[in-house]
C-alpha cells in the first residue's frame, strides 16, 4: 500500500511539474505570438522592396564593396573618388582621385578619408589633417555616401519609424507614399524622408529628403535609376534638387551622382580602414 501510494504520489509530481512546464511555455509562446504586432501597411510596402531588390541581408552577404563615385554640382564642380564600404560595422573609406576647387581648396595633394566604425580620419599625402570644418565635412561625406549606397536595404532596421502617407499621382503613376522619421539614438542626426514606392516594380523612383546636419530642412527631391548587379538592385544613378514637401521642384538645379566599376566582396579588413 505504500509503495503504491508512493507511486502515485511520484506520477502525480512528475505529471504535474510536466504540466506547469508546459503550461509555462504554453504560456510564453502566447505572450509572444501576442507582443508581434502586425505588420502595418507601411511596413508591408518596405518589406515587399526590400524583398524586391535582394533582401536585408543581401549587401551583408556580399561583405565588401569598391567603387568609383562621381560627383558633378549645378555649377560644375566634380569629384570623383574611389570609395570602398565593409557593410556589416557600416565602415567607409575613399581616395580622391579628381576634386573640384570646393574639396579642400587650401591642401594639394592625395586626399584618403576613413571611417573606421568609430571616427573618421583625413590625410592628405599619408599626414593627417585635423581641424573642425575638415572633420566635420569628411565625417559627413563617408557616412552620407555609405548611406546613398545602403539604403533601401535598410529601411527595415531598428531605430526606422515607418508610416504611411496614401498615394500621389506624379507623372502618370499613383505612388504608396511612406514617411520615414527616426529614433533620437539612430544615427547622428534624424532626418525625415518622404518615398515614392512604384506600386508596379515595387521600387522606390524617388524620395524627399532633409540634411539637417547642415541646417537644411527644407527638402531636396532625389530620383533614382537602378542597376542589378550579383542579384541585387543598387540605385547607381541619383540626382537631387531643392523642393518641397508636395514634391515640387522650387529651384530646377540638379546635383548629379553616379556610381560605376563596382566589385563585391573584395576582403578588405577593418585595418584597411585605420589611417593613424
Known amino acids: 500500500m505504500k509503495k503504491t501510494l508512493v507511486i502515485l504520489l511520484s506520477t502525480i509530481l512528475i505529471f504535474g511539474c510536466s504540466n506547469g512546464k508546459n503550461q509555462e511555455e504554453n504560456t510564453q509562446t502566447a505572450n509572444n505570438t501576442q507582443s508581434k504586432a502586425p505588420m502595418s501597411k507601411a511596413e508591408k510596402i518596405i518589406t515587399e522592396m526590400v524583398d524586391e531588390i535582394g533582401g536585408k541581408n543581401a549587401l551583408k552577404d556580399l561583405f565588401d564593396v569598391e567603387y568609383t563615385y562621381i560627383y558633378e554640382s549645378p555649377e560644375g564642380h566634380r569629384d570623383v573618388s574611389k570609395e570602398?564600404?565593409?557593410?556589416?560595422?557600416?565602415?567607409?573609406?575613399?581616395?580622391?582621385l579628381e576634386r573640384s576647387d570646393k574639396m579642400m581648396p587650401n591642401y594639394q595633394g592625395?586626399?584618403?578619408?576613413?571611417?573606421?566604425?568609430?571616427?573618421?580620419?583625413?590625410?592628405?599625402?599619408?599626414?593627417?589633417?585635423?581641424?573642425?570644418?575638415?572633420?566635420?565635412?569628411?565625417?559627413?561625406?563617408?557616412?552620407?555616401?555609405?548611406?546613398?549606397?545602403?539604403?533601401?536595404?535598410?529601411?527595415?532596421?531598428?531605430?526606422v519609424n515607418l508610416?504611411?502617407?496614401?498615394?500621389?499621382?506624379?507623372?502618370?503613376?499613383?505612388?504608396?507614399?511612406?514617411?520615414?522619421?527616426?529614433?533620437?539614438?539612430?544615427?547622428?542626426?534624424?532626418?525625415?524622408?518622404?518615398?515614392?514606392?512604384?506600386?508596379?516594380?515595387?521600387?522606390?523612383?524617388?524620395?524627399?529628403?532633409?540634411?539637417?546636419d547642415y541646417g537644411l530642412e527644407q527638402p531636396f527631391m532625389m530620383r533614382v535609376k537602378y542597376e542589378e548587379i550579383e542579384g541585387v538592385k543598387l540605385t547607381t544613378y541619383r540626382e537631387y534638387a531643392l523642393s518641397n514637401w508636395d514634391g515640387d521642384i522650387v529651384q530646377d538645379q540638379w546635383t548629379k551622382e553616379w556610381?560605376?566599376?563596382?566589385?563585391?566582396?573584395n576582403g578588405f579588413t577593418v585595418d584597411n580602414f585605420r589611417l593613424k
Not at 87 to 93: A, M, N, Q, R, V
Not at 201 to 212: A, G, H, N, S, Y
Open 259 to 265: 556610381s560605376k566599376d563596382i566589385s563585391f566582396n
Open 110 to 159: 592625395t586626399i584618403i578619408q576613413s571611417y573606421n566604425g568609430d571616427s573618421t580620419v583625413t590625410t592628405v599625402d599619408g599626414k593627417e589633417v585635423d581641424t573642425p570644418e575638415i572633420n566635420k565635412r569628411s565625417d559627413f561625406l563617408r557616412k552620407t555616401n555609405f548611406y546613398w549606397f545602403v539604403m533601401n536595404f535598410k529601411l527595415l532596421d531598428p531605430g
Open 84 to 96: 570602398r564600404y565593409i557593410f556589416d560595422g557600416e565602415l567607409s573609406w575613399a581616395e580622391y
Open 163 to 212: 508610416k504611411y502617407n496614401g498615394v500621389r499621382l506624379y507623372d502618370g503613376i499613383n505612388y504608396e507614399m511612406v514617411e520615414v522619421n527616426f529614433d533620437e539614438q539612430t544615427g547622428d542626426v534624424q532626418d525625415k524622408y518622404l518615398l515614392y514606392i512604384n506600386p508596379n516594380t515595387k521600387l522606390i523612383d524617388q524620395f524627399l529628403f532633409t540634411v539637417k
